[in-house]
């Protein structure tokens, strides 16, 4: 009896010859799928916020500095409920409530509140609190 040594003593099903194809086009699939969920989107701005912001911008550069090397502060008032004051807090954690009325002219119902633009994209900071819609306008705070 003769033997063929180089035959197979038996054949097998060999699903995983299409494995790697599967598995490139699940993750082509997957890598299109989260860089279309993680693309900026881009949101026109309102200009009428924009004017709520009383203070020269141009001053400072994009981290907060101006030209002398100091930073600055602004200062607006929100009504004395905490969860205006959470809401300011999630979008600017310089923030400071302070008393007295400030240069704002804040009421006895309403917090003072200081920030600083020493913080990364203050300016985006700035345009946030704005929006809100019981911020009626942010003011430069001078120290005197």
Known sequence: MIYNTHAPMFTTYQPLKRFPLTCFLVAALGVVVFQSQCQRRTTSEDGEVWKKIRMDLSRYDADGWSGSGVTGNYE?????????????????????????????????????????????????????????????????????
């Not at 994209?121 to 929006?131: E, G, I, K, Q």
């Not at 819609?133 to 705070?141: D, G």
């Open 76 to 144: 607006f008032c929100i009504p004395q409920d905490p969860d205006k004051w959470k809401a300011v807090q999630k979008i600017d954690t310089t923030a400071q409530k302070s008393g007295g009325s400030g240069r704002v002219g804040c009421t006895t119902a309403q917090w003072l509140v200081i920030g600083s633009t020493r913080q990364p994209h203050f300016r985006r900071t700035l345009y946030r609190l704005a929006s809100l819609p019981f911020v009626e306008r942010i003011e430069e705070t001078f120290w005197e």
